[in-house]
C-alpha cells in the first residue's frame, strides 16, 4: 500500500561529490553537492545546482568551469565539513588536510586525495528556483590507477563512493556486486 | 598518482530510475535511465535525460508528466529488462509482471511493485547534446510504508535500490549505514 508523503527531493540514490572551484586571486575553493547527475553522453556532460549565495556559484560564473571530486568511503568525514563550512570562516583545505592540483584541462582545481575526478567545462546554466543548474562537459577523466578495473576504467567497488540518502540525511557504502546492466534482463526475454 | 582516461560519463554513483508515461490512448510506457539526478530544493525538481527517439521523449512532451519508479534490489533484473527492450517490440508490463496505476496528481502512470514513486510536472526542457534534459517538479512522493523509518520518512536501506556504475556497466546493492550528513563532519572543526 502506497502512502502520500508529500513534495520532497527523495530520489535515491544521491551522490556527494566535492566541487573544485577557483576564487578571487586563483584561491582554490571546494563546496560539496549531493544535487547532480550525468546529463547527456555525447558531448558527456554532467549537471550540479548550487544556490546563488554560494562562493562556487560565482566562482563558476566567473571561470566557466569547475571539477567534481568523488570522494571515496574513507573521506566522508572531509567530504561532510566541506559541505558544512563556510570558505569564508576557515580555510577547507588546512582543516581536512586535503591538497588542491591545478587542473590541466580546466581552470580549476581538483583534489589530490580523492580518487575520482571530472574536469569541466562550463556549458549551460538555468535558473530553475532557490537553485541554478550549472551543466559541464566533462573534457577528462583523471583516476588514481588503484580504482581501475583490468580494462583500464574505474570500478565502483574500488571508487567506494559515500552514497546519499536525501530522506534521512545519512551516508551509506557500496555494498555487493550485483550484475551487469544491458544482461541481468534478459533473463526475462520471451 | 592520478591517471587521465579520456573524457567518459563516470560520475559515481549513479541511479537505476524507471520513467513512468503514458502513450498514444493513454498506454502505460515504462524505460530505464541512469542519467538524472536531484536539480533543485524548492521547488522540489529533478531531472532525467532522454534521447529524442525514445517513445518516452515524446511522451513527456505531450502529457507535460512523467513518473520516476525507483526499484529495490529485489526489482533490478525488472528494472534491465525495461532498458534493454523496446515497448515496440514487447509489452513491458506483459514481460515484467509490474502493474501500472494512474496517478492522481500528474497525467502518467506510476509502478504498484516498486517501492518509491516521485510524481513529476514538466517544468523544463533542455537541449544538450545527443541527451534532451527534462526536468520535473516532484508533485507528491508515494512510497510503501514498509519502507518508511519511525520519522515516516523512506530510509535508503529499506528502499534499498540498485546502484549503477557507468563505468564499469553493472549494478550493486546498497552496503552498510556510515552516519549523518551535516554531522559527521564536525569532527574536524578546530
Known amino acids: 500500500m502506497k502512502k502520500s508523503i508529500g513534495a520532497h527531493t527523495f ?3 544521491a551522490p556527494v561529490w566535492v566541487v573544485g572551484t577557483y576564487g578571487e586571486d586563483k584561491k582554490p575553493n571546494i563546496m560539496t553537492v549531493a544535487w547532480g547527475g550525468i546529463c547527456c553522453s555525447v558531448p558527456p556532460c554532467v549537471t550540479i ?3 546563488k549565495h554560494r562562493a ?5 560564473f566567473e571561470n566557466k568551469a569547475f571539477t567534481i571530486n568523488i570522494p571515496s568511503q574513507q573521506q566522508v568525514i572531509e567530504a561532510d565539513y566541506v559541505g558544512i563550512i563556510s570558505g569564508k570562516d576557515e580555510d577547507k583545505f588546512t582543516a581536512t588536510g586535503l591538497t588542491p592540483i591545478s587542473s590541466q584541462v580546466v581552470n580549476a582545481p581538483y583534489i589530490q586525495e580523492f580518487p ?3 574536469e569541466c567545462r562550463l556549458l ?3 535558473e530553475i528556483g532557490i537553485h541554478t543548474q550549472f551543466i559541464g562537459e566533462i573534457i577528462d577523466v583523471k583516476a588514481e590507477e588503484k580504482v581501475l578495473g583490468e580494462n583500464g576504467l574505474p570500478l565502483l567497488s574500488k571508487v567506494n563512493p559515500p552514497i546519499f540518502s536525501p530522506s534521512e540525511g545519512a551516508y551509506y557504502e557500496v555494498g555487493d556486486y550485483v550484475g551487469k546492466s544491458y544482461s541481468i534482463g534478459l533473463a526475462l526475454k520471451k
Open 11 to 13: 530520489a535515491l540514490p
Open 49 to 51: 545546482s548550487l544556490q
Open 56 to 60: 562556487t556559484y560565482k566562482n563558476i
Open 116 to 118: 575520482l575526478i571530472l
Open 124 to 126: 549551460h546554466t538555468l
